[in-house]
């Protein structure tokens, strides 16, 4: 595949798979490289709206390396919290921050864990309304099919509970556009691979680290306006569906209500 083409949707979930394993162990720093720390700040924001009752449920789909999960056990120490990844390495990286979190924690012990668990979150591995919470955080561009991923979210959100997702978004047309697609699809290349060089997890092979870097803004200026998004949390059986932008219009923060 030629590294400055988004790969088939047949080859997709396949890619995307091998790209996060590939870089899975450098994802954490450039998160915050990109977005300038601003993602510690979204992740808090996506948790507080999940609104989560004492000793509630929450599920954090393509949870990576957890960052929103852990967000969830700091804030909510009685909670019970699964992130669900299909790429192994992403929560590899997740599960060994596990010890970096829980001496944090006043009173860390078992149940301060965050619990990973392999799964595909077009499929996903639960029971029907088992979470009080269902949250995403830069998922939804990665997957074959929206629809199938708000729908099992549906499914195994409880009645009147709330999914959060945090995505980014196509820059909005103001005259800053040029220059954040200029940031997205020239700097960002630039700084994945400065910054992704090293040794991957697993031994797995895994597909160039520039071509990740590529792909990952590629996706965000093909994706869909938070508009658009909002009507798809409709269709999937969710209510009272509303969204935030960040960053200028370039992420945005959608709740609504199974
Ligand atoms: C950009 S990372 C986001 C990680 C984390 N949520 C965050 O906020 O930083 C996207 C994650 O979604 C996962 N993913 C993509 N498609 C998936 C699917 N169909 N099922 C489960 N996980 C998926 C990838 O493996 C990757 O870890």
């Known amino acids: 595949m030629n590294a400055s083409m988004p790969p088939p949707a047949s080859e997709k979930a396949e890619y995307v798979n091998q790209m996060f394993a590939g870089i899975a162990h450098r994802y954490d720093l450039l998160n915050r490289l990109m977005t300038a720390g601003q993602d510690v700040n979204w992740r808090r924001e996506v948790v507080a709206l999940c609104r989560l009752p004492y000793a509630g449920r929450l599920l954090d789909v ?41 001496t944090r924690l006043p009173h860390a012990g078992q149940t301060d864990r965050v619990e990973f668990v392999q799964g595909d979150g077009l499929r996903l591995p639960f029971a029907d309304g088992y979470f009080d919470a269902v949250t995403s955080g830069f998922l939804l561009r990665n997957v074959t099919d929206v629809d199938t991923c708000l729908a099992e979210q549906r499914r195994v959100t409880r009645p009147g509970g709330r999914i959060v997702c945090l995505e980014t978004s196509p820059p909005p047309p103001t005259r800053l556009a040029p220059l954040l697609r200029f940031y997205m699809l020239r700097v960002i290349p630039v700084l994945g691979q400065l910054f992704s060089t090293g040794i991957g997890t697993q031994g797995k092979a895994t597909r160039p680290r520039e071509s990740a870097y590529r792909y990952l803004p590629q996706s965000t200026v093909a994706f869909l306006q938070p508009d658009v998004m909002a009507r798809q949390f409709e269709r999937a059986g969710f209510r009272h569906v509303s969204y935030v932008r960040k960053m200028m219009g370039t992420v945005a923060i959608h709740v609504g209500t199974a």
């Open 62 to 102: 393509g949870t990576g390396t957890g960052d929103i999960a852990y967000e969830a056990k700091r804030t909510h120490r009685d909670a019970e919290v699964i992130g669900c990844d299909f790429t192994f390495e992403m929560m590899d990286v997740g599960r060994r921050k596990r010890a970096q979190y829980a």
